[in-house]
Nanobody
């Protein structure tokens, strides 16, 4: 069982930057996909970005050019660098993992079986 813990959330000014991290409880090996999702009050959870074991990434159109997903296998961490933040980026952000993985990276929440508890990001 994979446990995920997010950190790095907080309040930031419009146009500012913030970096989120997700720590995994164990080494993730083989074929997998990890992603970041977010959910604002009254809204459905949406995929933000995902990365597979080969380093291939996919982003939601709303964050392309502003957000960057990355991983550090040695530290068992997943990161999300967020730049040029907008008020609409305000949400609870979750990291997730899918194992095993035999397809291109996905931002569909139903593909992920392991989830963190979330970290709040507020842009104003």
């Amino acid at each position: 069982h994979v446990q995920l813990v997010e950190s790095g959330g907080g309040s930031v000014q419009i146009g500012g930057s913030l970096s989120l991290s997700c720590a995994a409880s164990t080494v993730i090996y083989g074929r997998y996909c990890m992603g970041w999702f977010r959910q604002a009050p009254g809204k459905e959870r949406e995929g933000v970005a995902a990365i597979d074991s080969d380093g291939t990434t996919v982003y939601a159109d709303s964050v392309k050019g502003r957000f960057t997903i990355s991983k550090d296998s040695a530290k068992n961490t997943l990161s999300l660098q967020m730049n040029s933040l907008k008020p609409e980026d305000t949400a609870m952000y979750y990291c997730a993992a899918a194992l095993p993985w035999f397809a291109p990276p996905s931002t569909f929440s139903g593909d992920f079986g392991y989830w963190g508890q979330g970290t709040q990001v507020t842009v104003s």
